[in-house]
């Protein structure tokens, strides 16, 4: 069956850095959403990625589709505190609805 | 406009204890899920339904059943509960869409479940 993988698990950052997780596919992908879920709390939509290669922004924020729609990364720019959370991507299944999460990128960001 | 609200939000049980998780959606939302979320593993989706009166089992549905008697609610079953069911729960609701292209799914706040 279809798997999903992200890299890394755990992330650790110093305010002020930048850094990329990343979400691979073992299947060529329709489309990919993301999602965020702060410490104790439950998983929030970020964003939707469609078309081949596309790149969208929110703020500090940078996600990418790639271009054989098997891979999707999600960059932070200048990280801070408020980062903090686990990235999940989730990707559509073969029923209607249904959506596969990956195991999350954990990311701490020490003051 | 509450969202997605589940109750309770932590709960302790015995052994063999049975239990029900609400989940209430005011969206008029068709779809509904129930994940449960183990460090390390993600979420991982248990039941869902795409419409009321029907429920179809996801990843991981043994030992869990669900009805969807009301549009709006979901209910998650514990019969026997077991501590390898010892997890947070949560519940989650979209919109109709095709399989494609999914809608963006909206969770509920959790419930913490301790099997002792």
């Known amino acids: 069956g279809q798997q999903v993988m992200q890299i890394p698990q755990y992330q650790h950052v110093q305010e002020g850095e930048d850094f990329t997780t990343y979400c691979n596919s073992s299947?060529?992908?329709?489309?990919i959403q993301w999602y965020k879920q702060r410490p104790g709390g439950h998983p929030v939509f970020l964003i939707q990625l469609v078309k081949s290669g596309e790149v969208k922004k929110q703020k500090r924020l940078t996600f990418q589709f790639g271009e054989a729609k098997k891979n999707s990364s999600l960059h932070i720019t200048a990280t801070q505190t408020t980062d903090v959370g686990t990235y999940f991507c989730?990707?559509?299944?073969?029923?209607?609805?249904?959506?596969?999460f990956g195991a999350g990128t954990q990311v701490v960001v020490t003051p | 406009n509450a969202g997605v609200t589940q109750t309770p939000k932590f709960r302790v049980l015995k052994t063999g204890q049975s239990m029900t998780l609400l989940c209430a959606q005011d969206?008029?939302?068709?779809?509904m899920y129930w994940y449960r979320q183990d460090p390390g593993m993600g979420l991982r989706l248990i039941h869902y339904s795409v419409g009321e009166g029907t429920t179809a089992k996801g990843e991981v549905p043994d030992g869990y059943n669900v009805s969807r008697l009301k549009k709006q609610n979901f209910l998650l079953g514990l019969e026997s509960a077991a501590p390898s069911q010892t997890s947070v729960y949560f519940c989650?609701?979209?919109?109709?869409?095709?399989?494609?292209?999914?809608?963006?799914?909206?969770f509920g706040p959790g419930t913490r479940l301790l099997v002792l």
């Open positions: 989650a609701s979209s919109g109709t869409s095709g399989v494609l292209y999914p809608e963006t799914q909206y």
């Open positions: 299947t060529t992908l329709s489309n």
């Open positions: 969206m008029n939302h068709e779809y």
């Open positions: 989730a990707v559509p299944t073969d029923s209607w609805g249904k959506l596969q």
